[in-house]
């Protein structure tokens, strides 16, 4: 089963490879360094950053002035074609071997450290297991974005005049923010005193229960991946 790989995928580090090929090969070896983790969508944009700055430092290793979004447009492309690889039904021996046609027919000149360059990080399994993560982690329902509690008190007026607030009442306001398949939604939910009790025990016994899934001695038997420093 073929995928349908774009040659946009792949703009940046044809430019990469044809103004500092050098620096094509230390990001690659920078990236195959990451640990895994869940969302590394920022540690990968960081590590494009650090590795393209650490390469216009060593001698000889100056790259011509690149545009100022080049280094977040490079990391948007590698961070898309590394999500497919994650959230693809296909091995990603062929989501390669799409790459690599894709490179042979749009970046002929740029072909061969192009194509070292994807087969090393496609051979990465730290790097693939954080992004197969994080789709299986995103391929749900209405995930949550934000929560918010907020607490009003409201006056409770006489029944028989509006002129005299006989008493006050406490309103707990949940609102949860989340995202559907199509759009993100908010949505309020009004709590009792008893329901807001039994949501913070829910939450404190759910923490007590991820600490220990977290314990150094099970994570590790486990594979257990978290977002990072978490």
């Known amino acids: 089963m073929k995928t349908n790989i774009s040659k946009r995928m792949f703009l940046e580090l044809a430019k990469l490879a044809s103004d500092a090929p050098t620096a094509l090969g230390r990001l690659s070896q920078d990236l195959t360094r990451l640990a895994p983790h869940l969302y590394p969508f920022e540690t990968l944009r960081d590590t494009v950053l650090s590795s393209l700055d ?50 042979r027919k749009d970046y002929v000149s740029h072909a061969e450290p192009l194509e070292a360059f994807v087969t090393e990080i496609f051979g990465c399994k730290d790097l693939l297991l954080s992004f197969k993560a994080t789709a299986l982690r995103e391929d749900n329902e209405n995930i949550v974005l934000d929560s918010k509690l907020v607490v009003d008190i409201r006056p409770v007026f006489d029944s028989e005049t509006i002129d005299v607030v006989s008493a006050h009442t406490l309103l707990y306001r949940l609102k949860i923010t989340h995202r559907t398949a199509r759009d993100v939604e908010a949505r309020i939910f009004t709590l009792s005193q008893d329901a807001l009790d039994e949501l913070a025990l829910a939450i404190e016994r759910s923490r007590k229960k991820i600490e220990k899934l977290k314990s150094r001695s099970l994570g590790e038997s486990l594979g257990l991946l978290l977002e990072e420093n978490k």
């Open 54 to 103: 650490a390469s216009e430092m060593e001698p000889g290793g100056k790259m011509p002035e690149r545009p100022a979004d080049f280094t977040g447009d490079l990391s948007t492309s590698l961070t898309k074609l590394l999500y497919m690889v994650g959230a693809a039904h296909v091995p990603a021996s062929t989501i390669l071997s799409d790459s690599i046609t894709t490179i």
